[in-house]
């Protein structure tokens, strides 16, 4: 029997659920931030290495290029962004949908 699925092209090819882009982002971001742990020479502030620090915020460009990249394309990130940043006034009045609380619902009256 012959193979009639239809070839999709306008899928990504995926590797552990991830397109190559995203995949070679966590990769790269592993890498850089590993090695440049490495390569630095311990950067105290205070009494602490801050290496470790540096290196983690590095290696997290990866995962939050694969989150922002996930399902949706930059307009969608633009318009969440947005939502979160413009100013917003909220004016207090009647409910728009009161229809919404159960007021009429006839309910069962239940004996022990």
Known sequence: MEDITPLNLED????????YD??????????VST????????????TQDI???ISLIVGAFG?????F???????YWETVLNFYV??????PGP??????????EDLNDFSE
């Open 12 to 19: 990504a090819p995926k590797l552990f659920g991830l397109r």
């Open 22 to 31: 995203q995949l070679i982002a966590l990769l790269a971001g592993l890498i």
């Open 35 to 46: 090695q440049l742990y490495s390569w630095l020479n311990p950067i105290m502030l205070g």
């Open 51 to 53: 290496r470790l620090h």
């Open 63 to 67: 995962p939050i290029y694969c989150l």
């Open 69 to 75: 990249t996930l399902n949706h394309s930059s307009g």
């Open 86 to 91: 413009q100013s917003q006034v909220y004016i």
């Open 95 to 104: 409910d728009p949908n009161p229809v919404r609380f159960l007021v009429d």
